[in-house]
């Protein structure tokens, strides 16, 4: 069973609008949270990283983290049409404190002109 | 920035036959990765390594080998590969520094097993 979840989408915006991408995940210990942006065919890579509640913010990105409630979202300002891309949410679980993240199947975000 | 190279970027090969994918990373990071990624599962991973000489068996290890004789180095090994096993193979390294965590990923191998 997967430890962190996301809607597989796709999520359709169109341009110029907030991309709101969401995770949730089940250890109520874990201490990293990821956002990653995978284009078609190439690797992933790690865009934001956030480890406290609150929001965290990086030119047109936003990750908000809220442990209660055990979910991390990611916001898209102004999205452009180069931001269509899958995004994964990864979580690193407590676990002895070794460095073994998790990832949620990802995101698929179409912004359209 | 080639901080992560994998090796062959493409592979076609048969079922049976015994397949090494590279991974040599350019900076210190402590841990290494092997994910596969394939339609419907997202990234999976296969083995991952917490420093020279230390590896440990991921969520889908079976039919595959790891060895870390040197912290940069980090070779996959199929075997006896199988269909099954055609897949997009992704070598990561990361580990905390400064307290923050990363990690990043190589270019990623396509192999496909005939």
């Known amino acids: 069973q997967k430890e962190v979840e996301q809607n597989s989408g796709p999520l359709s915006v169109p341009e110029g609008a907030i991309a709101s991408l969401n995770c949730t995940y089940s250890?109520?210990?874990?201490?990293?949270f990821f956002w990653y942006r995978q284009y078609s065919g190439k690797s992933p890579e790690l865009i934001m990283s956030?480890?406290?509640?609150g929001d965290k913010e990086d030119g047109r990105f936003t990750a908000q983290l809220n442990k209660a409630s055990q979910y991390v979202s990611l916001l898209i300002r102004d999205s452009q049409p180069s931001d269509s891309a899958t995004y994964l949410c990864?979580?690193?679980?407590?676990?002895?404190?070794?460095?073994?993240?998790?990832f949620g199947r990802g995101t698929s975000l179409i912004v359209h002109p | 920035d080639a901080g992560i190279t994998q090796s062959p970027r493409y592979k076609i090969t048969e079922t049976g036959r015994q397949v090494t994918l590279m991974c040599h990373q350019t900076?210190?990071?402590?841990?290494m990765f092997w994910y596969r990624q394939d339609l419907g599962h997202g990234l999976r991973l296969i083995y991952y390594?917490?420093?020279?000489?230390?590896?440990d068996k991921g969520e889908v290890p079976d039919g595959y080998v790891v060895s870390r004789s040197k912290t940069e180095n980090f070779p996959l090994t199929l075997e006896s590969a199988t269909r099954s096993q055609t897949s997009v193979y992704f070598c990561?390294?990361?580990?905390?520094?400064?307290?923050?965590?990363?990690?990043?990923f190589g270019p990623g191998t396509r192999l496909t097993v005939l």
């Open positions: 990864a979580v690193r679980l407590a676990s002895g404190g070794s460095y073994i993240p998790t």
């Open positions: 390594s917490a420093a020279a000489d230390i590896t």
């Open positions: 250890d109520r210990g874990s201490q990293s």
């Open positions: 900076w210190s990071h402590s841990y």
């Open positions: 990561a390294a990361g580990g905390r520094r400064g307290g923050t965590d990363t990690q990043y």
């Open positions: 956030i480890y406290s509640n």
